[in-house]
C-alpha cells in the first residue's frame, strides 16, 4: 500500500520567515509524482507544486520550493518569506505510475499559521 | 478555468436516511473523485471514475456507492446515512492524460453531519 506521511499536524511562523513542511512517501513504484496542495479555511484545494520522481531538479514555484531527497523519500515543502496569508492545511499527495490510474494519494495534512 | 461544482456546502441528514452528494465538472475530464476529509486523515479516496458508468473503489468505500450516468456529473450516495459518515466530501476532477504531472481540481466540499 502507498503511505503518505505529515508528522507535523500544526506549526506557527513568523511572518517574512522560511517555514518546511515535511513530507515522506512510501512507494515501491519506480515513476511517481508528488503535489502539494493548500487549503485555506474556506474550503477549496489549490495546488501549490508538482515534482516528479525522475525529476534531477527541485522544483520551484515563486515561494515554494520542494526539497526532494529521492533516497530518503521525502518530498518537503519550503515556502519562504511567509505572508499570513498563507495560514492554511497544507497536503501532500502522490500520484503512482503506469498501472495505478489516476490516484492521488494524501498525507494527513500540516496546519500552518503564521504569526504577524 | 476548470470549474468543479459540488451541490450543497452544508448537509444536515438524519441517521438512516438516503443522501446524494452531487459533483459537476465543466472541463470534460475523464476522471473524477470523491475523497473525504477528517481531521489528522487528510483525504481518503472513496470511489474513482475513469469514465461513464466505469467506477473504482478507493480505500473506504464501505457504506458508499456512486453514479456516473453522464460525464460531467459524478454522484456520491450514502445508502443508510450514520453518525460515523459525518464529515467533509470533496469532489475532484482531472483529465486522463496518462501524465504524471497532471494535477487534480477540486470542488468546495460539502460537509455532511449526519445526526
Known amino acids: 500500500a502507498q503511505k503518505i506521511t505529515q508528522t507535523q499536524p500544526g506549526m506557527f511562523v513568523q511572518e517574512k520567515e522560511a517555514v518546511t513542511l515535511d513530507c515522506t512517501y512510501d512507494?515501491?513504484?519506480?515513476?511517481?509524482?508528488l503535489f502539494w496542495y493548500k487549503q485555506p479555511s474556506s474550503g477549496e484545494m489549490i495546488f501549490l507544486i508538482y515534482q516528479g520522481s525522475y525529476d534531477e531538479q527541485n522544483a520551484t514555484e515563486g515561494r515554494y520550493s520542494l526539497n526532494f531527497q529521492k533516497a530518503r523519500k521525502s518530498a518537503n515543502l519550503v515556502i519562504s518569506a511567509s505572508q499570513l496569508g498563507d495560514s492554511a492545511m497544507y497536503f501532500c499527495?502522490?500520484?503512482?505510475?503506469?498501472?495505478?490510474?489516476?490516484?492521488?494519494?494524501f498525507g494527513g495534512g500540516t496546519r500552518l499559521m503564521v504569526k504577524p | 478555468d476548470v470549474k468543479v461544482t459540488q451541490s450543497s456546502r452544508y448537509l444536515v441528514k438524519r441517521t438512516g436516511e438516503k443522501v446524494f452528494l452531487e459533483c459537476v465538472q465543466d472541463m470534460d475530464h475523464e476522471n473524477m473523485f470523491w475523497y473525504r476529509q477528517d481531521p489528522g486523515l487528510g483525504l481518503r479516496l472513496i470511489y474513482f471514475s475513469y469514465d461513464v458508468k466505469m467506477k473504482e473503489k478507493g480505500d473506504i468505500p464501505e457504506g458508499y456507492s456512486v453514479s456516473r450516468e453522464k460525464k460531467e456529473r459524478f454522484s456520491l450516495i450514502l445508502e443508510s446515512a450514520s453518525t460515523n459518515q459525518t464529515s467533509m466530501y470533496l469532489c475532484a476532477s482531472s483529465p486522463q492524460t496518462g501524465l504524471l504531472n497532471t494535477e487534480a481540481f477540486f470542488g468546495q466540499g460539502t460537509r455532511l453531519t449526519v445526526v
Open positions: 512507494t515501491s513504484d519506480q515513476s511517481y509524482g
Open positions: 499527495a502522490m500520484r503512482r505510475g503506469r498501472n495505478a490510474g489516476n490516484m492521488l494519494t
